[in-house]
Nanobody
Framework: QVRLVESGGGLVQAGGSLRLSCAASGSIFRIHAMGWYRQAPGKQRELVAQITSGGSTKYAGSVKGRFTISRDNAKNTVYLQMNNMKPEDTAVYYC?????????WGQGTQVTVSS
């Protein structure tokens, strides 16, 4: 079993910054990638950013240039630095771990951006 613990969500004004963290623990096999997804009310869950074990990154077009994903392999932790935030970034943010085995999701952390 794998446990993902997310932290760093909260309320921020437009133009502000937040940093999300997701720490993985438990029966972790070879990690392929870790990433952040988000789901706003009434919308489907969407990819925000992903980073592979080799360090390759992928971003949603709406966050490119504003968000940065990074990871600490030794700590099995992934981070999402969110700058110049916009009200449309408001959503529940979920961490996802993809490995040589089943994928795992975190419990989600609320991010709210006020205008």
């Amino acid at each position: 079993q794998v446990r993902l613990v997310e932290s760093g969500g909260g309320l921020v004004q437009a133009g502000g910054s937040l940093r999300l963290s997701c720490a993985a623990s438990g029966s972790i096999f070879r990690i392929h990638a870790m990433g952040w997804y988000r789901q706003a009310p009434g919308k489907q869950r969407e990819l925000v950013a992903q980073i592979t074990s080799g360090g390759s990154t992928k971003y949603a077009g709406s966050v490119k240039g504003r968000f940065t994903i990074s990871r600490d392999n030794a700590k099995n932790t992934v981070y999402l630095q969110m700058n110049n935030m916009k009200p449309e970034d408001t959503a529940v943010y979920y961490c996802k771990l993809e490995q040589a085995g089943p994928d795992y999701w975190g419990q989600g952390t609320q991010v709210t951006v006020s205008s």
